[in-house]
């Protein structure tokens, strides 16, 4: 499994100079030296992705639980389950 910032992960945004915005993704760890995830530039889709980044680690918590409660299936959901969490652990 690879080491990756525990969540939960939360969106900030941070106002540069000309007017210009930056979306910076960081771990929601109440320290005033906050792990920083990842720095987007603020525009067209960023923003959303941005979001999807953010719930990643809510996302893998989700996609075990179901790979847990499916067990025994043979169904195209496992796969992608097995598969989405594969990628996720650096496996894929």
């Known amino acids: 499994m690879s080491k990756y910032t525990e969540g939960p992960w939360v969106i900030a945004k941070r106002?540069?100079?000309?007017?210009?915005?930056?979306?910076?993704i960081k771990q929601a760890n109440g320290t005033h030296?906050?792990?920083?995830?990842?720095?987007?530039?603020?525009?067209g889709n960023q923003l959303d992705n941005a979001q999807l980044?953010?719930?990643?680690?809510?996302?893998?918590v989700a996609?075990?639980?179901a790979q847990y409660q499916l067990q025994g299936m043979d169904s195209a959901c496992v796969m992608?389950?097995?598969?989405?969490?594969?990628?996720a652990e650096g496996g894929g």
């Open 63 to 65: 996609c075990k639980e």
């Open 53 to 60: 980044i953010a719930a990643a680690p809510d996302l893998l």
């Open 33 to 43: 030296f906050p792990t920083w995830i990842a720095d987007i530039a603020e525009s």
């Open 15 to 24: 106002n540069l100079t000309h007017g210009e915005h930056e979306v910076l």
């Open 80 to 87: 992608i389950l097995n598969d989405a969490i594969k990628k």
